[in-house]
């Protein structure tokens, strides 16, 4: 893929998350907000029904109150009076009916004990308070118009009379309320009103909307407090719930019903929960996903640079002996040559020496590719690690020897029997050995240790070559990865040597790692368990 497209498409992956996650995270918000708004609106619906059924009671209990005297001094009550009487007359010529009409107010004056009002604040100081009763008395009648035999007299008879007497008018009625509500004004507000009442009714009015949460309350009158409050109420001026309670016939009021949800933010993130977490839930797959996405990108991209090196160098290395074969057979050929016996095995040997090298190249690269599939024979047997080192320096001490440098060994393991392949182990020594002689710009300086822990026997290879970095040290097991030098021939190779060591060696229930500084060397470590 082209650096350029790559760079762009993972920038464009990049703003689509950020504007995916922005996007959820605005409306988890805008959602808190919108539930915040229902909230308030239904908790000021609710205030308005308690106060409104708080005032309802109020006047019921006075006019319940009064009702009560009213009859229990019975007949008491002075000679009616009517007030006034208005009437109307209407007469139909094609029926020859006369139809009479009269609405009057009759006035009934009561002594109504002061003890019912609980003060003398109504009258003066005497023992009773006047009070009176007006009641509306309706009256239709129709009148007949008869004339006699004569045809000259004439007679009313009447025909229909409907009488009603009920209560005052919604004027009236009006009228009443103030003069209790005034009443009312004078008394102390925790005798209007309990808090039992107050807490009973917003409980009903907030359950029958679904409010289910904590709240407390308190009455205010000219913003001070009053005794009429919860036990843990306290005045918050932006979490607090005000509405006006017994108002008169202006609107007009003193007193205010303030409530306060100390855990609303919970309620409404409680709300909002299920859709909030599905939607972090999705938020999150996409981010895996995304990330899984870019790692797959990069690490294709990285496998796909690796490989290419990797064919390069493999090139580079089949194209030594490739030559030096051909090189060796048209020697061969030659009819100066080839009467030579001596030098014609001479070239022979390098021939085979030659495919020997290119065989064991081509084995390397499917013995790795096998162990992958699981499809390498292991099996396994018991030797001795410090026989397993024997063998493996002795395939590597000529090379070493030819460069002036040296591997000395230190087996001072008490037991070194394990459960091993004889073949694959001598491998993965030899494969330590020589990655320490190429490793090594001078001549090479390689220490082998061995020791015991516990039940395990730990191999020491230290040489004092390139040493690594850091960078490299955590991909230095990988396969085909080598560190770049420079040129990438400079050190002969595939990358698939250490890959081997790694898949070996937990085939065998081992460890394998490293410790590299740099300039100063690197030291591998093998753990196996011992028998």
């Not at 090479?444 to 026997?457: C, G, H, L, R, S």
Request: proline content about 3%; charged content about 25%.
């Amino acid at each position: 893929m082209n650096k350029r497209l790559f760079i762009l498409l993972v920038v464009l992956m990049s703003i689509s998350l950020i504007g995916i996650i922005f996007v959820q995270g605005y409306w988890i918000k805008q959602s808190v907000e919108d539930k915040e708004e229902q909230f308030s609106g239904m908790v000021m619906e609710v205030l308005s029904k308690v106060a409104d059924k708080i005032e309802k009671r109020e006047l019921a209990d006075y006019t319940s109150e009064l009702l009560k005297i009213k009859d229990s001094i019975g007949g008491h009550a002075k000679t009616p009076e009517l007030l006034k009487n208005l009437f109307f007359i209407e007469r139909d010529v094609n029926s020859n009916e006369i139809t009479y009409y009269s609405h009057g107010i009759l006035e009934e004056n009561y002594n109504i004990p002061s003890t019912f009002f609980d003060n003398n604040n109504f009258g003066s100081s005497a023992d009773s308070t006047l009070v009176k009763n007006f009641t509306s008395i309706r009256n239709k009648t129709i009148f007949k118009e008869e004339y006699g035999l004569d045809g000259k007299s004439l007679s009313l008879t009447p025909v229909q009379k409907i009488e009603k007497i009920g209560g005052l008018t919604a004027l009236d009625k009006v009228a009443y309320e103030d003069v209790f509500r005034e009443k009312a004004r004078t008394q102390p507000i925790h005798k209007r009103v309990t808090r039992q009442e107050i807490e009973l009714l917003l409980s009903q009015e907030l359950k029958n909307r679904n409010i289910e949460t904590g709240f407390e309350y308190g009455i205010y009158s000219n913003s001070l407090p009053t005794k009429v409050k919860s036990r843990k109420f306290k005045f918050s001026k932006t979490k607090l719930y005000p509405y006006p309670i017994f108002k008169d016939t202006d609107g007009e009021t003193n007193y205010k019903l303030l409530v306060t949800f100390p855990a609303k933010k919970k309620y409404l993130i409680k709300t909002i929960l299920p859709m909030a977490i599905l939607s972090l839930l999705f938020t999150l797959v996409i981010i895996i996903a995304y990330a899984s996405a870019i790692y797959q990108l990069i690490r294709q991209k990285q496998i796909s640079e690796i490989k290419s090196d990797f064919i390069n160098n493999m090139t580079h290395e089949f194209k030594t002996p490739i030559a030096t074969i051909n090189l060796a057979v048209e020697a061969i050929r030659n009819p100066k040559i080839i009467g030579d016996q001596e030098k014609v095995n001479r070239y022979l040997t390098m021939i085979k020496d030659e495919n020997k090298r290119m065989h064991a190249q081509v084995e390397n690269v499917l013995r790795i590719s096998k162990l992958e599939k699981n499809q390498l024979d292991i099996s396994k047997d018991r030797v001795d690690v410090h026989d397993i080192i024997h063998d493996a320096m002795a395939h590597v001490e000529l090379i070493v020897a030819d460069r002036g440098g040296y591997i000395n060994l230190h087996l001072k393991a008490e037991r070194s029997e394990v459960l091993a392949s004889d073949m694959h182990f001598t491998n993965v020594i030899v494969n330590m050995l020589d990655n320490a002689v190429k490793y090594s710009p001078e001549e090479p300086k390689i220490d082998v240790y061995t020791e015991k822990a516990n039940n395990n026997i730990i191999i020491k290879v230290k040489d004092q070559g390139l040493g690594m970095s850091k960078a490299v040290l955590k991909k230095v097991f990988e396969k085909f990865y080598r560190e770049h030098t420079g040129n990438i021939h400079n050190v002969k190779g595939h990358g698939l040597g250490l890959a081997y060591v790694k898949k070996i060696i937990e085939d065998h229930q081992g460890e394998v790692y490293v410790e590299s500084e740099k300039g100063k060397g690197s030291t591998f470590y093998i753990k196996l368990p011992l028998i």
